[in-house]
Nanobody, 127 residues
Framework: QVQVVESGGGLVQPGGSLRLSCAAS????????MGWFRQAPGKEREFVAA????????FYADSVKGRFTISRDNAKNTVYLQMNSLKPEDTAVYSC????????????????????WGQGTQVTVSS
């Protein structure tokens, strides 16, 4: 089964940038839809971005559109989340998720559409 591990989190000032990485354990990654979600203290987990394996189409939450970019490198079994113009409200634990198998129609923004999750990486935006 695919496992995913996130890295790249940290402390950054408002307006700064970070790039998160999500490394998958198996070659089946190349046929898996991938997503990023985040959860701030006291809040529900929310969708950030996703990328479809078949055509590379990206999907974004309105709150990050124009600032964040999701991409993937199938040769490295890795998906990235480039985060620019970071704001304090972006502070959260960011988790990578994979949809590895068949099932109901994949809805990029639904956490129920993913069957593999990473442990998460903390992103803190503060001066």
């Amino acid at each position: 089964q695919v496992q995913v591990v996130e890295s790249g989190g940290g402390l950054v000032q408002p307006g700064g940038s970070l790039r998160l990485s999500c490394a998958a354990s198996e070659r089946t990654f190349s046929s898996s839809n991938m997503g990023w979600f985040r959860q701030a203290p006291g809040k529900e987990r929310e969708f950030v971005a996703a990328i479809r394996w078949s055509d590379g189409r990206a999907f974004y939450a309105d709150s990050v559109k124009g600032r964040f970019t999701i991409s993937r490198d199938n040769a490295k079994n890795t998906v990235y989340l480039q985060m620019n113009s970071l704001k304090p409200e972006d502070t959260a634990v960011y988790s990578c998720a994979a949809r590895t198998g068949p099932g109901s129609t994949w809805v990029p923004s639904s956490r129920y559409g993913y069957d593999v999750w990473g442990q998460g990486t903390q992103v803190t935006v503060s001066s």
